[in-house]
């Protein structure tokens, strides 16, 4: 139906629901101007995420740096809320899809935030250098401030688990290699040390960057606006909830519980006590 | 098990999943401290979820109260986004728990959360008649102070279908006559009433109150924190997610979209171009 | 817009969400015919749910039935996982729908369908009895038709907590009292203890019935199909899964995994290892 | 705590929670063995699906091959069911993380299922082969039986758009390229194409394999079970899903139905009705 002859409803019906993203036409399908068959083959999977997601084709040091992001936050095992829900859903009788939909559905502001969260903070500290501030009082405000909003933790510093998060050196590094490329400015990755170093000063003992701090830098060294680095752990983490559901469903199990089944939970509610007789029936 | 001979371990494990809602022992349930064979046929299905939210079974009138808010909710159609999303997900051969987790899920800020926000609306004006101020001024107060922080929709009040949302008047007829009898205070159908009378100065139109400030005051009335005017809310949708899923399994129907198949979404990104020959391949 | 000026694309766009549940036009509300402000405040929001799910009211006896089903699985404690899931996604930083969405999207074939397969089980028993077989080697033949399709899990019977699920004498004899008023036929409690007693005579032990072979055989009495017996069980728990992430929220935690952080999941996977050197590279 | 130390309970709590997949202690992740900084930069993120789902490494022909696979599938427009809903979600006021989950949530047996049950219908005809039967009647046999258990809608072959998918030719390509280098065997392509030559025969018209087909064939010559080639393109979709509720986040709106608010739902239910007086009232 070409444009000039549908009608207003058409048009609006359509318009409703308009892209930039896809043109899908019997026969054709198109990814932001390039057609499906051409890029099978020749655009690896992070390629392909970039495209969508940003429109056009990354290079090779920004395809190098978001994969290296990408396959470093798969999974942290079922200490983590998002995979131990997606072993127990995998026992509940429901398919794999679900099991994705019910864990990923809770990378919310606490388990998965932290990222989005850190590249807000190297912004608001890098508005203050760039307004002329120094690296250190600007990053002293830009602390202090988020504290005062938001409270003590500090998204991307400090974890529960590892003294020194493994994966942060490593991805930094990757940061650096490219930033000497010239293919990225290498800006965040200093603010984010900056923060490190003030951290330490204030607390008088180190609290290093996780894994939540070293891809928001690299999401935020890349372009990405703060809101996709979720979005991003997202699709990350929703490798590491696939291979636990699977694994959960072949260990077999029904009904999964937290704890095994003879520890019950402790209640503290009201002792025994009898429905009063009238008056709240039903 | 008894308390003495449990080890640290299973005694911190018990603990990490304790609660006072529920005691299930073998052959034992009790809900805050009630034998489920005692509250089976004395206790409504209104009643049992005032219980598990509040820790005490209601009286007849905050019964009443709450049955209605619940039962008044319960559906408006498919072009909310959550009846539309059941109706899609249950042509795409998952199940109506799926149905209804997806859908119930998109109960949000801008969806399910208008209910929440007007409790704390009317909590703030109250707060300042409380510390003083007269009716009027609290609530043109309160509102600014609202409108600066969250912007000018005003949670509660005003429909995008209906010039007036005929859920409204009735809900807060039943509040009044509750009122009547001293059962609950009646103070925030009085500040719901003053924020109309304010919009309606300020704006010079009616912006008469909706469904969501009228459960809003319903549960405010009630006792009921703010967060859960939300949680009460998706319950009493799920049930029109539940019947629009069902209407839509027995009408038939496979991967349905959001417009018939031949009216296809609006392209308005790049016109079709070539994939670049080479450093973008994987 | 009336039928006759509308275009085909408009027919086609509004048939494409049709419906036989409710009717929205600016200022109107109608659910199955009945204007809502006629509805709030006469019916319960129990009846409700069957008026939605049904298309039209219920009688006092359906009412009664309905009601205790709902209100009688509500919750199960932590040990459903369903219950946990929503605990857990309660520290994660997500909304309460979010929480419901995420736990009641888990009640699947295994935690959630079991009442939708003894209402299957019911009815092809009542189908050999009808065709002229007797009772007792009705049940027989059903259950063995069952064990050979779907393994030896009866649906609706034993408890792996509960010697004797208590809610299940107090819901049947509820249904008892209301086949003694005429208003259901007893025919399914009836084939409900032919399983019981047919199971006991087999296995030489009692396997009772518990919440879902109940609720099953009410939902089953009422007329509701197989699937709503689950979508009933989601409105139902999904009360649960809310009063539990709200007593969550107000605990506090964050990022709760399902054992205390001190005790780890056990690794039985490959031991320590190098990546090899060449040929795996990205 | 060494496993000498540690009581009953403990080992059983940490037994409910074992993994093959990941070791988590303080200071050291290890993925399938290898030390996660080893990884980082060195392994890419499709080579990472594979080692968590698989446990080893891909070798260059796989990783390839599976990358194609992932790439192809991440996007088909809000006429799928999962985009619109993503979309939808993103105007609602939710997270990204919940839009994903409630869109991938509904990639089950139908939308998002063929590519499972086309695997199983290959393995199915490869069983008849390697016990005897020629190609022909071995795929005629196995179709015929699919046929008679799940209805005539064969997984992974035409399309409601597209006369010809033109992602599957080049994915086929890509197999075939594989096969010829010894690194997979071919088989799967070569029965994916018996289906569809005994589709024409059977039909007298093409029906081509789609990206389902093309897909599956990818994933069963790389030796994943049929389930995961469900698991596998939800990881794929995730990226569309992201990508669309993204954009739909920056083109605003609020509460977004399926259609344009002015073209309400058509209602077929019943005509206006009174509510009866009585016996019916809460």
Chains 1, 2, 3, 4 share one sequence.
Not at 83 to 92: E, G, K, P, V
Not at 192 to 208: F, S
């Amino acid at each position: 139906m070409s444009a000039a002859q549908e009608s207003d409803a058409v048009r609006e019906m359509r318009n409703w629901w308009r892209t930039s993203i896809i043109d899908v036409q019997p026969g054709v399908i198109r990814i932001r101007g390039y057609a499906i068959e051409d890029l099978i083959g020749r655009v690896s999977f992070p390629q392909m995420i970039w495209l969508l997601l940003r429109g056009e084709l990354p290079g090779a040091v920004e395809t190098r740096l978001l994969d290296a992001a990408l396959m470093s936050a798969v999974d942290h095992g079922a200490q983590a809320p998002s995979i131990a829900i997606a072993q127990m859903a995998a026992t509940c009788g429901v398919g794999l899809n679900n099991a994705i939909g019910s864990a990923v559905n809770v990378l919310g502001d606490v388990h998965g935030g932290a990222g989005e969260q850190a590249v807000e903070l190297f912004d608001a500290i890098l508005k203050r250098i760039d307004a002329g501030t120094g690296e250190t009082p600007a990053t002293e405000a830009a602390l202090a401030e988020f504290v005062a909003q938001h409270g003590k933790i500090i998204p991307g510093y400090g974890h529960r688990f590892h003294p020194l998060d493994p994966r942060s050196p490593r991805l930094l590094q990757l940061v650096d290699e490219a930033a000497a490329t010239g293919a990225i400015s290498g800006r965040y990755a200093r603010v984010a040390r900056a923060v490190e170093a003030t951290l330490e000063r204030q607390k008088g003992r180190r609290i290093p960057m996780n894994i939540d701090g070293a891809t928001a830098v690299i999401f935020a060294e890349l372009g990405f606006p703060a809101p996709l680095a979720r979005g991003l752990f997202c699709i990350s983490r929703s490798v590491g909830i696939l291979a636990h559901a699977w694994e959960q469903m072949q260990q077999g199990g029904r009904n999964k519980g937290p704890i095994p089944r003879q520890y019950l939970p402790s209640y503290e509610g009201p002792a025994p006590r009898s429905v009063p007789p009238a008056g709240t029936g039903g």
